[in-house]
């Protein structure tokens, strides 16, 4: 049999690489609950329909990269390929609107089939927020401060820029549809083929295109700007006077799009020039639309989303582990006892290596190793004696402590 791997695209958390997940994970958790956003989680799959309807059918995502399959009752199941959607749906399906505003946090695993690359896998994990039930611009600023405080205290800050674009309201997306899909029909035959699919069903989409000869015509296309209607002006300036009131700085991209017409206002990434081409490291902006495109009631909606894996390249190392404190027992007395003295520290809350067996060169080996702070060092005599020797191993510094004082002699240090 050949050797086993694992599926491309997917890869092994190891304990050092998840520690530093779980770093950026409760890092993203604490911060959230500062700002009220509290974690919920949804299913790893729904309904094909549920984001087949979100995402759009002419997007990447849905021709090109979600796992989906018909189960064994025949039903069309997919893989989630991001959580906007699923928190949407269950904001729905559990009548979450009696609770408005809701204000929720995610972590978990998503999946799109697309050619992995460095920060990006088929199995990958996100981090995310929704603040539902709020029309006013002060959501939009509360969300970006809550993305940026993430980042700041993962120390990113100045590795990132935050870019800021504004989609309008409902009728200034119409104003600059029509404009923007009759320029594009003017260069129909330089378009790419991707982007002719798009052009009629979602015109913005094109804006975000990769293709090169696509981005030499978005380079002079008209601008959203140049269409916002006085509502949208001001939900703009609010959203910018808003940041400057926190001190957030951000850069104008008039070319930061979202394609759906669900999209509205706000659109904001955190971008950085660290990772090569995988520049974004969070996203999100406001999708006043959303809920009801899947038929639930007419609910205000903004939230955001950021890769763990990328943002696990920009920290590097996970913060160290609680150091622990090794047991070495000599003889099979010293073995019974620090099996209890092992339970009780735990307990106590002290972390604790314990061998299953070897001499003392050995077992001072595995403490190195572990990057043990403390040796407790039992044996015979000291059994005797009522006693231990604590050895300092930064130091080698090493005295005698009583047993019955041990737990509150080592939980001092």
Not at 91 to 100: D, H, T, V
Not at 130 to 159: R, S, T
Not at 247 to 256: C, D, E, S, T, V
């Amino acid at each position: 049999m050949a050797s086993l791997q694992p599926v491309r695209g997917t890869h092994d958390l190891l304990p050092e690489q998840n520690r530093l997940h779980d770093h950026i994970a409760e890092t993203a958790r604490a911060i959230g609950e500062l700002y009220g956003y509290h974690r919920m989680t949804t299913p790893i799959f729904e309904f094909t329909d549920v984001f087949a309807r979100t995402l759009g059918d002419t997007s990447d995502v849905v021709t090109k990269e979600m796992y989906s399959f018909e189960d064994r009752g025949g039903e069309h199941i997919t893989l989630r390929p991001e959580g906007t959607a699923g928190i949407a749906r269950a904001y729905i399906s559990n009548g979450m609107q009696q609770m408005s505003p809701v204000k929720v946090s995610y972590i978990g695993p998503m999946f799109r089939y697309e050619r992995p690359q460095k920060g990006r896998q088929r199995q990958f994990h996100q981090i995310g927020a929704e603040l539902l039930g709020v029309e006013q611009v002060a959501g939009d600023v509360e969300m970006i401060a809550y993305g940026a405080h993430i980042l700041k205290q993962l120390g990113l800050w100045d590795d990132v820029t935050l870019e800021l674009n504004t989609l309008g309201d409902p009728e200034s997306r119409a104003a600059y549809r029509t404009v923007l899909v009759d320029y594009f029909k003017g260069h129909f035959d330089k378009l790419s083929e991707d982007s002719r699919t798009r052009l009629d069903k979602n015109p913005l989409r094109i804006l975000d295109s990769k293709d090169e000869g696509d981005r030499e015509l978005v380079a002079n296309a008209p601008l959203f700007a140049d269409y916002l209607n006085e509502n949208s002006q001001q939900f703009f300036k609010g959203l910018t006077e808003g940041l400057g009131d926190i001190g957030i700085a951000y850069q104008l991209n008039p070319r930061l799009v979202r394609g759906l017409d669900y999209y509205c206002h706000t659109c904001f990434e955190f971008t950085t020039n660290t990772l090569g081409a995988q520049g974004t490291v969070m996203a999100g902006g406001r999708y006043d639309g959303l809920i009801s495109t899947m038929g639930g009631p007419q609910t205000a909606g903004v939230g955001w989303a950021a890769g763990v894996e990328r943002l696990a390249l920009m920290v590097g190392e996970a913060p160290p582990a609680a150091r622990p404190v090794a047991l070495i027992p000599m003889g099979d007395d010293a073995e019974r006892h620090c099996r209890k003295l092992a339970q009780d520290l735990r307990e106590a809350g002290i972390a604790v290596e314990l061998g299953y067996a070897g001499n003392m060169k050995k077992r001072l080996k595995r403490a190195d190793k572990a990057n043990a702070r403390l040796a407790v060092i039992l044996g015979d005599d000291e059994l005797a004696k009522g006693v231990a020797q604590l050895r300092d191993l930064d130091n080698s510094d090493q005295r005698e402590v009583a047993l019955n004082v041990l737990i509150e002699t080592v939980s001092k240090g």
